[in-house]
């Protein structure tokens, strides 16, 4: 008797699971981040994200969160901001599809890039 | 501009307690840092606070210089809020030294933002310092926007190329480089090859005694490439002065006192006038370090170069703000 309940709790428990993971909102914005995603946020000396992938026409925005100024600057030459000091903010709009690497010019360590299909 | 600057280090624009009055006087009571001297090729050090007690013969070598270094003139977050002041702190700091030193070098990153009010700010702090002559190279922070520009027509009188020169004082040879120009992707501090060709012309026809002493914003040794802090074609560089006794290589940028020897190669990094810097891959990332206010000035630094001619290295030891 004991034993069939705990059976039972388990298999429903299962099943609340699945329902849950299937309708989770975490799971259905995953889907959608590639086309949303237009921020590119520069925390401790590194891009975030490193690889951000957008759909042509879309204008990303940099913002500078560290205490020390950065760049932006595409490493072909496509875009290149001026220095960004702390929450000053960069702007580009891709209209072309490809890859762009890019870097900040003042710390070159820091690369990145934005893919545009 | 004068008039400007003092208005705002006596009032409390960061709202965070601390004017400048009350600043430099809870830097006052901290502790100490040391002085150097060579006398026929052995170093001796001294506590900056036992300088009182020392006689300018005491101090003397045949040539003294202060090396400072990263005074980013314009930062105003919580890692310092007043620059300028610790700025002064050092200017005093040279200021009170027995003997005055023959000049002074900055070793670049004069400015936070490359904007004109920050560097006719520091010109104007270093006008009270004792040494009226004061050699210059950049940080990447003075170059930005313009690709060294005004930096060149401010500082690089007389200079080739993006600013780099030399000098003599002495009998010791004095080169400052540029190294924080066209810096690549994913790569470190580049001095490029026009710059080593005029190097190595400028140092072909010394002698092999000459001391010579080297001076950039980045390390010309490789520091921790993870965080940028190296020169890509330092090792062309240092080639060139292989066949010389004694070689002192200054830099600053890592805002941190590290030696190194290597051969006949001291190298040398000297603290920030700002800002410390966490040690190499101690922190996420090379951003500035906060440190309790009482602490600040233990961490800023200047450097005291005292050399004696000959075959000998130069010694070089970093005294604190405090």
Known sequence: MRRSVFTAVLGVTTLLGIVALVASPRYSAAAQQKSEATEVKIDNFSFGPAALTVPVGTTVTWTNRDDIPHTVVSTDGAFKSKVLDTDDKFSFTFSKAGTYPYFCSIHPKMTAKVIVQ | ?322
């Not at chain 2, 080169?175 to 001095?191: E, H, P, Q, S």
């Not at chain 2, 012309?201 to 010394?206: E, G, T």
């Not at chain 2, 190296?230 to 090792?235: H, I, K, V, Y």
């Not at chain 2, 922190?283 to 001619?309: C, F, H, R, W, Y």
């Open chain 2, 1 to 322: 501009m004068v008039g400007k600057m003092k208005d705002e280090l006596l009032h409390d624009h960061n709202h965070d307690g601390i004017d400048r009055r009350g600043f430099l006087k809870c830097m006052a009571w901290a502790g100490t840092g040391a002085f150097c001297v060579i006398r026929g090729g052995v170093l001796s050090s001294y506590s900056l606070s036992r300088m009182r007690e020392m006689s300018p013969k005491e101090m003397a070598g045949e040539l003294s210089f202060v090396q400072i270094s990263d005074s980013h003139m314009g930062f105003n977050k919580p890692a310092n809020p007043d620059v300028a002041g610790t700025l002064k702190a050092a200017v005093e700091k040279i200021n009170g030294l027995a003997a005055a030193p023959e000049f002074i070098l900055h070793t670049g990153d004069i400015s936070h933002l490359s904007k004109p009010e920050e560097f006719d700010t520091v010109d104007q702090i270093l006008k009270d310092a004792r040494p009226k002559d004061v050699f210059y190279v950049p940080g990447e922070h003075d170059v930005l926007n313009d690709d060294g520009k005004q930096f060149l027509e401010r500082y690089g009188k007389g200079s080739k190329g993006a600013g780099w020169y030399s000098f003599d004082k002495k009998g010791v040879h004095f080169v400052g480089l540029v190294n924080v120009l066209n810096l690549k992707a994913g790569g470190l501090g580049t001095l490029g090859s026009e710059q080593l060709k005029w190097l190595e012309d400028d140092v072909k026809h010394l002698k092999h005694s000459t001391p010579i002493v080297v001076f950039a914003h980045i390390p010309l040794w490789s520091v921790y490439p993870e965080w940028g802090w190296g020169t890509e074609d330092s090792a062309q560089a240092l080639s060139y002065l292989k066949k010389f006794g004694s070689v002192t290589v200054l830099n600053g940028h890592i805002h941190q006192t590290m030696q190194k020897v290597e051969g006949n190669v001291t190298f040398h990094t000297a603290a920030s006038t700002a800002f410390p810097q966490p040690q190499p891959g101690k922190a996420d990332s090379p951003g500035p370090m906060k440190v309790p206010a009482e602490q600040l000035k233990s961490v800023l630094g200047i450097t005291d170069v005292n050399s004696v001619q000959g075959p000998h290295a130069l010694a070089v030891v970093d005294s604190t703000l405090a």
